[in-house]
């Protein structure tokens, strides 16, 4: 499922909506945008348009979706400098880069920790977030405690909901990803 443009956008907040309601998914208030405005002002940033509509038209997080998963509230996503870039062009495993620890360190803080927000927190050191930010703007990408990847295909954040929900904990958004660690950072 390719990253969807705003002609798809109704067809897909139509299915997801029927979608949610089937599973009784408890969705949040949705956001006026005024309200959106307001967040995207106050961090200097604008939203990726999917995850605008979705917050308008489906809701603002839900407290509980599979597995104790919940997706965050706008106003609770952890979120890391939105108004600076994203600047990874593609995946990065520090746990296998060769560098000295603080270069490594370093590049985390200003490559990594910035310009996203944090979607859900799945446990165990990972996490899906949204880029705000950067070439990669719109897409979740995986975050881990030993690295970062995008979803492969890559995934606006109505694609990756939606594929969450047809396939709840058991959603492999990597399937087709090929780790070559000479082609990462």
Same mark, same amino acid.
């Given at each position: 499922?390719?990253?969807?443009?705003?002609?798809d956008?109704?067809?897909?907040?139509?299915?997801?909506?029927?979608?949610?309601?089937?599973?009784?998914?408890?969705?949040?208030?949705?956001?006026?945008?005024?309200?959106?405005?307001?967040?995207?002002?106050?961090?200097?940033?604008?939203?990726?348009?999917?995850?605008?509509?979705?917050?308008?038209?489906?809701?603002?997080?839900?407290?509980?979706?599979?597995?104790?998963?919940?997706?965050?509230?706008?106003?609770?996503?952890?979120? #890391?400098?939105?108004? +600076? =870039?994203?600047?990874?062009?593609?995946?990065?495993?520090w746990?296998? @880069?060769?560098? &000295? %620890?603080?270069?490594?360190?370093?590049?985390?803080?200003?490559?990594?920790?910035?310009?996203?927000?944090?979607?859900i927190?799945?446990?165990?050191?990972?996490?899906?977030?949204?880029?705000?930010?950067?070439?990669h703007?719109?897409?979740?990408?995986?975050?881990?405690?030993?690295?970062? #990847?995008?979803?492969? +295909? =890559?995934?606006?954040?109505?694609?990756?909901?939606e594929?969450?929900? @047809?396939?709840? &904990? %058991?959603?492999?958004?990597?399937?087709?990803?090929?780790?070559?660690?000479?082609?990462?950072?």
């Open positions: 499922m390719p990253v969807y443009g705003p002609k956008y109704e067809n897909v907040i139509t299915r997801v909506q029927r979608k949610i309601s089937e599973l009784n998914i408890k969705m949040g208030k949705c956001l006026t945008e005024e309200e959106v405005m307001l967040f995207e002002d106050r961090h200097n940033a604008k939203l990726p348009p999917a995850y605008r509509i979705f917050l308008q038209r489906v809701g603002n997080g839900c407290k509980h979706m599979f597995d104790g998963q919940r997706l965050n509230a706008l106003e609770n996503c952890p979120h #890391q400098e939105l108004s +600076e =870039p994203f600047l990874l062009e593609k995946f990065w495993i746990e296998d @880069d060769d560098r &000295d %620890a603080d270069a490594i360190e370093a590049d985390i803080q200003n490559k990594v920790y910035r310009g996203n927000i944090e979607l927190n799945v446990g165990c050191g990972m996490s899906y977030n949204l880029i705000v930010t950067g070439a703007r719109g897409e979740v990408w995986n975050f881990a405690d030993v690295g970062v #990847q995008p979803c492969c +295909e =890559p995934q606006d954040f109505l694609g990756w909901f594929l969450w929900l @047809d396939n709840q &904990d %058991a959603t492999d958004y990597f399937k087709d990803f090929v780790y070559d660690e000479t082609d990462y950072g």
